[in-house]
């Protein structure tokens, strides 16, 4: 194929010089045709592009060198192979082509997958309130001095871009459900339709399109809310592209480097207002003469309002051993005496753990993240202590329990008389009806007397449930009576006063008489 300066001098020659075309042929030595073509053409230059490649090694192996990389591609990065590799396992095969061979059809193979899997998208725009962002993350954090993975909830307003992040240990519903709670209360409300990928907390079934069974208690949180869920196109993480793009940003701009937290709780409070000065301080994307913070304060009219928490509880059936435990995520809880026997339903909350039967509580506690732990209330196990007071001493759940300095000393001085496990036990009976802080007081009272016993405690007790005697009643002057009555037994003299004045004396007016000079009236 000529190259560009020698077609430009064919043409000089031709249309400049005037020269023929054997003269031409015979200076440059090109063939009549070719001179020809250049100057019957006009073109300036000329490119060949073979239509079909020969392969006569590899053509027979296409088939299996495609699989093998695509299969390669679909690895993990670290454990792809090299084409070298691909190359060996081909010879092993039976290939018996070069490695370049093999190079160039790998080169030509990348090539075309991403052409096909390249796509073109339409930018959108989303009214004030009208959609709102739900995705998962995964970053490292420091808390309390241990290296921890933690699950970032990210929310994010569509139209002005306001972000909300939260830390949890789990990606459960019941996180799903604090997260949604959290940031609608720090929105002041919720967007008309919210955007997820499909999470199993959600979602239970995948249909064709965009149809979806969603879980009952998500629904039941959406209609809460007044949200209407829509569910992305699977492995298709454009579709909510906004906050798969805040992950990246709040990854680069909070986690790094890893920040140092005693507790989520203070993690939790540094990152809202981690949202709120980036929100001060960027501009919005679209309305570049506005910050996000400033378009967010004018969708805020346009959520819809927020309305109160949800009761956000994944519901788990359990039974009480006769230790009165019950087991949830691999860790152990109390719950009352008077459940054992009987299966319970355990309502896994956030930050908590509730224990129902009957429709009643039998335990409540701080939920735990760890493995193996066994979480006590001493509380739940004093009845049983009324049949055996002597677990009093050895009890696994009363040995870290902080009692008061008043019920502590009573404790010790009672440990040293006989029979005092069992007054004790009458002590922190009463704590169940009175409170702690009714029986503390008791116990103060009765130390303060040198008299430490379940009775004089317990006699304290009953002497404060009494009723407070009845306030003395301050008369308005203008219900005063203007002669108030006196307590005189003269006055009924003059009811036996006869019309000369005297006095009316008979037999039982004199013994009357005789009385009220005993009585010295």
């Keep these: 194929m000529f190259i560009v300066e020698t077609i430009a001098k064919i043409r000089r020659a031709h249309f400049i010089d005037g020269k023929s075309i054997k003269q031409i042929c015979r200076e440059l030595r090109v063939s009549r045709n070719t001179v020809r073509k250049v100057i019957r053409s006009g073109a300036t230059e000329f490119t060949y592009d073979r239509t079909t490649q020969p392969r006569p090694k590899i053509a027979p192996w296409r088939s299996e060198l495609d699989a093998m990389l695509a299969e390669n591609a679909g690895r993990p990065k670290r454990e792809r192979l090299t084409l070298v590799r691909i190359y060996e396992e081909l010879r092993n095969r039976g290939y018996g082509g070069g490695y370049d061979a093999v190079r160039r059809y ?7 997958t991403q052409e096909a899997s390249a796509s073109a998208y ?3 725009s989303f009214d004030p309130g ?3 962002q739900f995705d998962w993350s995964h970053e490292i954090v420091l808390i309390d001095g241990v290296t921890t993975t933690v699950k970032v909830a990210h929310v994010r307003l569509c139209h002005s871009r306001m972000p909300f992040v939260r830390a949890y240990p789990r990606e459960t519903q019941e996180m799903v459900f604090d997260a949604h709670d959290k940031a609608f209360a720090f929105f002041g409300g919720a967007c008309a339709r919210g955007i997820y990928d499909n999470m199993k907390t959600a979602v239970d079934v995948i249909f064709v399109g965009k149809d979806r069974a969603y879980n009952r208690r998500f629904q039941q949180m959406c209609g809460h809310y007044l949200v209407e869920p829509v569910a992305c196109t699977p492995a298709s993480g454009w579709e909510k592209g906004q906050v798969e793009n805040q992950v990246g940003v709040i990854r680069r701009r909070f986690f790094v480097p890893r920040p140092k937290f005693k507790s989520y709780a203070e993690l939790n409070a540094w990152l809202e207002d ?12 679209e309305m570049r003469e506005k910050t996000i913070w400033e378009v967010f304060e004018e969708e805020r009219p346009s959520l819809v309002p927020y309305v109160g928490p949800f009761d956000g509880f994944h519901a788990v059936p359990a039974s009480v051993s006769k230790t009165c435990l019950i087991r949830f995520d691999k860790n ?5 005496a008077r459940a054992v026997g009987r299966p319970v339903e355990i309502r896994a909350y956030a930050d908590r753990l509730e224990c129902w039967q009957d429709g009643q509580i039998v335990g409540r506690h701080v939920r735990a993240f760890g493995r193996n732990n066994t ?13 055996k007071p002597g677990a009093l001493r050895n009890g696994a759940p009363f040995k870290d329990w902080e009692l008061p300095v008043a019920i502590r000393r009573v404790r010790r001085k009672l440990e040293r008389q006989p029979g005092g496990d069992r007054q004790m036990v009458e002590i922190l009976s009463a704590v169940l009806t009175d409170g702690i802080d009714a029986v503390e007081a ?13 009775g004089v405690v317990l006699n304290i007790l009953a002497r404060h449930r009494e009723p407070p005697p009845p306030l003395t009643i301050t008369t308005p002057d203008a219900l005063r009576l203007s002669c ?3 307590a005189n037994c003269d006055r009924y003299d003059s009811l036996r006063r006869t019309q000369n004045g005297t006095l009316r004396r008979d037999g039982r007016d004199g013994e009357a008489e005789a009385l009220r000079h005993e009585s010295g009236l």
Excluded at 106 to 112: D, E, L
Excluded at 442 to 454: G, Y
């Design 375 to 387: 979480i006590y209330d001493p509380l739940h196990y004093i009845p049983v202590l009324a049949r």
């Design 274 to 285: 981690r949202c709120l000065a980036y929100a001060r301080a960027n501009t919005h994307p």
């Design 332 to 336: 152990r809880y109390s719950v009352d």
């Design 484 to 486: 108030e009555p006196a």
């Design 442 to 454: 008791a116990c103060a009272e009765a130390l303060s007397h040198n008299v430490p016993s379940a």
């Design 130 to 132: 009208e959609a709102s």
């Design 122 to 124: 339409v930018p959108l």
């Design 106 to 112: 790998a080169t030509k193979w990348s090539k075309a």
